[in-house]
């Protein structure tokens, strides 16, 4: 089975705080993802790699970088972290090589800025 | 644990029933469609998925529904059970790429 990890549950951080979400999966995928989710709203993309040191926006990139320095390792940076960053941080991974590949996703970090 | 959503739409059902849960997808030429589940303090897990040139996939106790004409995607649970509390959601993409829609979700609430 397909495992992705995200290091952290539950993070609290201060506004202006830099914050580090890290994710590492298991199964050798290409792609990886992160997500934002909040109530009543669909999952947002925020950045996707298709490779290591690769980087794509998604949807709502403002606020957000990513860094892929290692295939398995892909990491969600809030440069100055703002109280509207609240939310439920999810990471996914594909493989990219079939043309439909389903995401995996971790179990998601919730972060609180106060 | 943590809601997913709090002002998601909600389907309650007895335990044993049959549940449909209903998604709306945006994109007419969208042609791979995947149902997640969710539950409480947990990722997304994916259930099934079916590309658009079929208009119905089974799995097991699920079935995946497809309805080009009217942009509809069903997911149907036989014989609902109590760990099939969780929501739901339907995700759509183009050309099979990874550039997923997810809708919002439907929370299921099995009764006993």
């Known amino acids: 089975d397909v495992k992705v990890t995200q290091s952290s549950r539950y993070l609290v951080k201060r506004t202006g705080e830099k914050v580090f979400l890290e994710c590492v999966q298991d199964m050798d995928h290409e792609n990886m993802f992160w997500y934002r989710q909040d109530p009543g709203l669909g999952l947002r993309l925020i950045y996707f790699s298709y490779d290591v040191k690769m980087k794509e926006k998604g949807d709502i990139p403002e606020g957000y970088s990513v860094s892929r320095e290692k295939k398995e390792r892909f990491s969600l940076i809030l440069e100055s972290a703002s109280t509207n960053q609240t939310s439920m941080y999810l990471c996914?991974?594909?493989?990219?090589?079939?043309?439909?590949?389903?995401?995996?996703f971790g179990d998601g970090t919730r972060l609180s800025i106060l | 644990g943590e809601s997913v959503g709090l002002h998601l739409p909600t389907l309650s059902v007895q335990e044993g029933d049959n549940s449909i849960i209903n998604c709306a997808y945006s994109?007419?030429?969208?042609?791979?469609f995947i149902w997640y589940k969710q539950e409480s303090g947990k990722g997304p897990q994916f259930i099934i998925d079916?590309?658009?040139?079929?208009d119905k996939r089974q799995g097991q106790r699920v079935t995946v529904l497809l309805n080009k004409t009217v942009k509809h995607l069903s997911l149907q649970i036989a014989a609902t059970q109590p760990g099939d509390s969780a929501v739901y959601f339907c995700a759509e993409t183009l050309n099979y790429g990874q550039n997923f829609v997810f809708g919002p979700g439907t929370r299921l609430s099995v009764l006993p």
């Open positions: 079916i590309r658009s040139n079929m």
């Open positions: 996914a991974s594909s493989a990219l090589d079939s043309p439909d590949q389903p995401q995996h």
């Open positions: 994109n007419s030429a969208s042609d791979y």
